[in-house]
């Protein structure tokens, strides 16, 4: 009975502010609207400083809106020889040294682990390692369908507010839950605009 009730009265003002007769409450409402700030707009590019367990620059991480999704550039410095893993994960947090703090993978599609996983993958996945060489340095771009830098999408790096970019130590499989068993967190960048 209250839902039925609440329904006429609903339909009653809706019908007297299409009428005009609302001119107080309206007014009213447009006072409240007026203190609001704009909602920021999405930015065209986000830059993230990585930073290493003991607070040394381990790379960069660019976002960048593309005609299909986003573009991820990942620049590692400083980084021990051999494949790894790169995943965006769910908190804007990077507490050193082991970066637990960032939280699982960044996944409100509510996916599993990897683009091997035939029930996968999470939003914050990456398709592939990053290579890094005996210069101790890596460079891997991917353009990622399951995130946006657009803060009023489902798959926003700003959910939460804010998201973290997370090194590991190992490559990812690309297929084990939780996190592909890439060890260790070595680095890590908060994601934040
Ligand atoms: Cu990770
Ligand atoms: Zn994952």
Redesign the pocket.
């Known amino acids: 009975m209250r839902a039925g009730i609440a329904v006429v009265c609903g339909m009653a003002a809706a019908m007297m502010f299409n009428a005009g007769m609302m001119d107080g409450a309206s007014m009213k409402a447009q006072e409240a609207a007026a203190p609001m700030a704009a909602p920021a707009a999405t930015p065209k590019e986000v830059k993230v400083d990585l930073k290493s367990s003991t607070g040394a620059d381990a790379g960069t991480v660019t976002f960048k809106t593309v005609k299909k999704g986003v573009k991820v550039t990942i620049h590692l410095q400083d980084m021990a020889f051999g494949p790894h893993g790169v995943?965006i994960h769910q908190n804007a947090v990077c507490d050193a040294p082991d970066f637990k703090t960032a939280g699982?993978?960044f996944?409100p599609d509510g996916k599993?682990?990897?683009y091997m996983n035939m029930t996968?993958?999470?939003n914050?996945?990456m398709p592939s390692n990053v290579m890094v060489g005996e210069d101790h340095k890596g460079e891997a771009s991917f353009v990622l369908t399951s995130i946006s830098l657009d803060r009023n999408a489902t798959d926003s790096l700003m959910l939460n507010g804010g998201t973290s970019v997370v090194v590991h130590e190992h490559a990812?499989d690309e297929k084990t839950?939780?996190?592909?068993n890439a060890g260790n967190r070595v680095a890590c960048g908060v994601v934040k605009y």
């Open positions: 995943h699982g993978h996944n599993h682990h990897g996968g993958h999470h914050g996945d990812d839950d939780p996190a592909g």
